[in-house]
């Protein structure tokens, strides 16, 4: 099981971005998936989760009304859309997945390499 997070860059406070998460050798549609993010000095934490039917995400308080995350099983993806980006919010970010049929509040078994997001005027 590989994850691949990609989507980060450089953004201005307000901004946007879609972070992408792919997989390699299997359905991701199958796996609840977790994007989680640690900023330098700190621990990592989660930011949001989707279950395997979709319903009832979990966001971090901090960015509920700001982050959306969503599936494409066409495409095999799992976005994260970030908007009103602020200086908090940069980090490397990561996605991540517990073992098949365990939800979002199992630990997670599988990791992708980081994206970086650094939002800066």
């Known amino acids: 099981v590989q994850l691949q997070a990609s989507g980060g860059g450089l953004v201005q406070p307000g901004g946007s971005l879609r972070l992408s998460c792919t997989a390699s050798?299997?359905?991701?549609?199958?796996?609840?998936i977790a994007w989680f993010r640690q900023a330098p000095g700190k621990e990592r934490e989660g930011v949001s989760c989707?279950?395997?039917?979709?319903?009832?995400?979990y966001y971090k308080d901090s960015v509920k009304g700001r982050f959306t995350i969503s599936r494409d099983n066409g495409k095999n993806t799992v976005y994260l859309q970030m908007n009103s980006l602020n200086s908090e919010d940069t980090a490397v970010y990561y996605c991540?997945?517990?073992?098949?049929?365990?939800?979002?509040?199992?630990?997670?078994?599988?990791w992708g390499k980081g994206t970086q997001v650094t939002v800066s005027s």
């Open positions: 989707i279950g395997k039917s979709d319903s009832s995400p």
């Open positions: 050798g299997f359905a991701l549609d199958d796996y609840a």
């Open positions: 991540a997945a517990p073992r098949v049929g365990r939800g979002c509040y199992y630990g997670m078994d599988y």
